[in-house]
């Protein structure tokens, strides 16, 4: 039989042990209560429809407030996000700090997610705009991506502009990995690829990395002839 004085330290202790959950959720739940200034733009972002700078800034606002408060990937991910759509809305002059900003936010993504591709995609486009060009580092990047998710469906066409630009610093193994990223896009998307070949250098990366199958380089070659 449970003594009076023995209910006392049992209703103590559950009370003390109550506090302790709710202190250690606490910052959980002021991190999703910042969180829901941002739900309907990020939600629009995520559905790709364009969205005024105004808005991005508050998401990004939203979303910096929220990782303060605890280590999120998804809040993480919609902070890159935002910042990375937001350098295109300001002046040239204002953009490295937005760059700067979208990569610190893709690592911390990564180091929750490290088998995250399109956080390792983000990261290397993000590493060449700081750097002002492709390197060997902003190549390793987009090599981890590939290799982590070589067939995401949304992915492939995106990826496919930074392998392109960053061609030229894969080593050989890389670019053996890489290479059939090309048939792949072709496959899923030639108007996407049609489009990245607009521009003259990267048409010739993809004229050579389609190369190895004569049939998707004679298509590919025949829907750019009738391009625009």
Not at 101 to 107: I, L
Not at 204 to 209: F, L
């Amino acid at each position: 039989m449970i003594k009076g004085s023995d209910r006392y330290v049992i209703f103590l202790v559950g009370l003390l042990f109550a506090a302790g959950l709710a202190y250690l959720g606490f910052p959980r739940g002021v991190a999703a209560f910042k969180a829901l200034d941002g739900v309907r733009i990020a939600n629009a972002v995520a559905q790709g429809k364009p969205q005024e700078p105004e808005d991005l800034r508050r998401l990004a606002v939203s979303r910096a407030q929220s990782l303060v408060w605890g280590s999120n990937p998804a809040y993480a991910n919609e902070l890159a996000v935002a910042y990375r759509l937001l350098s295109r809305e300001v002046p040239p002059e204002t953009r490295k700090s937005l760059w700067e900003a979208a990569y610190t936010a893709s690592e911390t993504e990564l180091r929750a997610q490290p088998l995250n591709a399109y956080a390792w995609w983000r990261l290397g486009v993000m590493r060449s705009a700081l750097d002002g060009a492709t390197t060997a580092r902003s190549a390793s990047f987009q090599w981890h991506s590939v290799r982590l998710q070589p067939h995401a469906m949304n992915l492939v066409p995106l990826r496919l502009r930074a392998i392109s630009d960053n061609w030229f610093q894969f080593d050989a193994g890389q670019r053996r990995d890489v290479r059939p990223q090309f048939a792949i896009a072709w496959r899923q998307d030639p108007k996407a690829v049609i489009r990245i070949a607009a521009n003259p250098r990267r048409q010739a990366v993809i004229r050579a990395g389609l190369a190895i199958d004569p049939r998707l380089l004679g298509a590919f070659e025949s829907a750019l002839s009738k391009s625009p």
